[in-house]
Structures are given as structure tokens and as C-alpha cells.
């Protein structure tokens, strides 16, 4: 999902973009955009598929409840 954003080695000449050498500038913001975007997916995959639903919600919901309300404020990501 980071591509063509993010590049660990210098790609094809082909499928090179401008922006690649300031992607350390702009990884920081991105990552955390991507970071909810992960999340947000989880979720949409988990309640979209009944199959998922049964083994994957509870897991899901027992991370949400552990971020919302044990993980303190300064170490929580969201």
C-alpha cells in the first residue's frame, strides 16, 4: 500500500518518480496517514466477511478495548 511512495532501493528507471528523493521529508506524515489507513482496513475486511467475523472480531475488539482503555495516552499510537 506505501507504493510508489516509498522506495528502499532505487527501482527501475521506468517506474522511478520525481518525489523519491524528498521521501525523507514526507515519511513521517505518510506513515501515520497509513498507519489509519491499516486500521481502518482491518476493520472494513473483518466486518464485511462473516467468515473473518467469527474468527477475527474477537481478537480485534480486544485490541481496540486494550489500546482505548489500559495502553496509557502517551505510549497509545492513535
Known amino acids: 500500500m506505501s507504493d510508489p511512495f516509498f522506495f528502499l532501493w532505487s527501482p527501475d528507471p521506468s517506474r522511478d ?3 523519491r ?3 525523507h521529508l514526507y515519511v513521517a506524515p ?4 497509513l498507519f489509519a489507513l491499516w486500521r481502518f482496513n482491518s476493520l472494513k475486511t473483518v466486518f464485511a ?3 473473518l467475523w467469527r474468527s477475527e472480531a474477537a481478537p480485534l475488539i ?3 478495548v486494550w489500546l482505548l482503555f489500559l495502553l ?3 505510549v497509545c499510537p492513535n
Open 17 to 19: 518518480v520525481v518525489w
Open 49 to 51: 466477511s462473516k467468515r
Open 21 to 23: 528523493k524528498y521521501q
Open 30 to 33: 505518510v506513515y501515520a496517514i
Open 72 to 74: 496509557p495516552l502517551k
Open 62 to 64: 480486544l485490541n481496540y
